[in-house]
């Protein structure tokens, strides 16, 4: 028998459309793109340089199972010149092998059996697996288009009992790339409860500026990492930032479960961190995406799409199809099928996001441009 924890774990929805459409390109198909999170951009050539280098001079070995200290003393730097947080030390940050292993180290110290997390619906699509895997138990609180799908206050507070320990915070979001304002981080802050923020969008953010939960509370775990603004998705590199009194447990934790991070990979996170040249990159990046974001949110309001909201961080837009659609997994799938574009389906996000549809702009202009043509033919034949 399989155990259950195994078999309760559900299909990442998003990967189920990328492998159809994998299989339909094998077979001669030629698809556009627009469902999948990963910068089409090459990792900045300083990046990868710095790794290399690190290969060469035989860093191949086990490391620090925190990790580096040169690049655990860069995120500290990191975060005091970006949030103006000073007080933190370089044994607060635990390097891990993507941000994704961060997540199952953090929650198995913050949660026990039967005990309960807040989060969001809609919501990043593997956030309940992880609790669920843990034998916690995601407790879900609707949000809604008009406020771009982030938390109200007031909705957490009226969700607390004494079986919740953990309100889950992302901003800017996965699904919907909006933020949360530094107001209603505060009030979170002060639920009296841990919070675990997801800080994996940060730096990517074209209107306001995102916040950490470090500039209200010590009472929290951030997670981060490399992947998205460094576009190193294929390095798995992300690091945890938590209080002292936690150091030691998750350190053995991270020990028993992994070692250490990848070392080449570590000397090559600390020059995205510090090298001027790769903010020069990811600067560019940065105003790529943005043109494709407004490219993006024009047309999909053009075709029907509505948007309650602009996305202002990430690089997705989640947009209401329910002009089209109340079955966003079909519809999904139609428009792979039919117009031969790749989006994700909003029912990946959880019950909240039925009736929506992500598209991703973390692809070329010219490929958004091709899909999204393709996507408004078909629905010209679909008679919408």
């Not at 990792?43 to 620090?64: D, F, N």
């Not at 010149?81 to 292993?101: A, C, F, I, N």
């Not at 209080?243 to 250490?260: C, K, Y």
Request: aromatic fraction near 10%; proline fraction near 5%.
């Amino acid at each position: 028998m399989i155990c259950r924890r195994i078999t309760e774990i559900k299909p990442f929805i998003v990967m189920d459309v990328l492998e159809k459409a994998q299989e339909m390109e094998r077979a001669g198909a030629s698809i556009a793109h627009l469902e999948v999170g990963e910068p089409d951009f090459a990792t900045p050539a300083a990046v990868v340089e710095a790794g290399i280098a690190a290969l060469r001079r035989g860093e191949t070995h086990y490391t620090h199972s925190l990790g580096i200290a040169p690049l655990r003393e860069a995120v500290c730097a990191h975060y005091r010149d970006h949030y103006g947080v000073s007080r933190l030390e370089p044994d607060q940050v635990l390097v891990t092998s993507g941000t994704s292993p961060a997540f199952l180290v953090a929650l198995a110290a913050l949660i026990a059996r039967g005990d309960e997390v807040l989060l969001s619906n809609p919501h990043y699509a593997c956030y309940p697996n992880f609790i669920r895997f843990l034998e916690g138990v995601p407790r879900l609180i609707p949000t809604q288009e008009q406020d771009g799908f982030q938390f109200r206050p007031e909705a957490i507070r009226a969700a607390l009992t004494p079986a919740v320990k953990v309100i889950l915070v992302n901003s800017p979001s996965n699904p919907a790339g909006t933020l949360l304002a530094p107001e209603h981080l505060a009030e979170i802050a002060d639920c009296g409860r841990w919070v675990l923020s997801d800080e994996i969008y940060h730096g990517l953010v074209y209107q306001g500026r995102a916040h950490s939960m470090l500039e209200y509370t010590d009472r929290c775990i951030v997670l981060n990492g490399f992947s998205k603004l460094y576009a190193m998705t294929g390095w798995r590199l992300g690091y945890l930032i938590v209080p002292p009194n936690l150091v030691r447990p998750l350190q053995a934790l991270m020990q028993n479960f992994f070692i250490s991070a990848n070392a080449a990979g570590q000397w090559a996170a600390l020059t995205a961190l510090t090298d001027p040249s790769v903010a020069e990159d990811v600067a560019r990046m940065c105003r790529t995406y943005d043109q494709r974001r407004r490219f993006m949110i024009d047309r999909l309001r053009r075709l029907g799409f509505g948007i309650g909201v602009e996305p202002t961080g990430a690089f997705y837009v989640f947009a209401n199809a329910r002009r089209f659609t109340d079955h966003s997994y079909e519809f999904a799938f139609e428009v792979l099928r039919e117009a031969r574009v790749g989006v994700t389906p909003g029912i990946d996000f959880g019950s909240n996001g039925e009736g929506y549809i992500r598209f991703s702009y973390a692809n070329s202009m010219e490929n958004i441009e091709e899909g999204l043509n393709r996507l408004g033919a078909y629905l010209e034949r679909r008679g919408q």
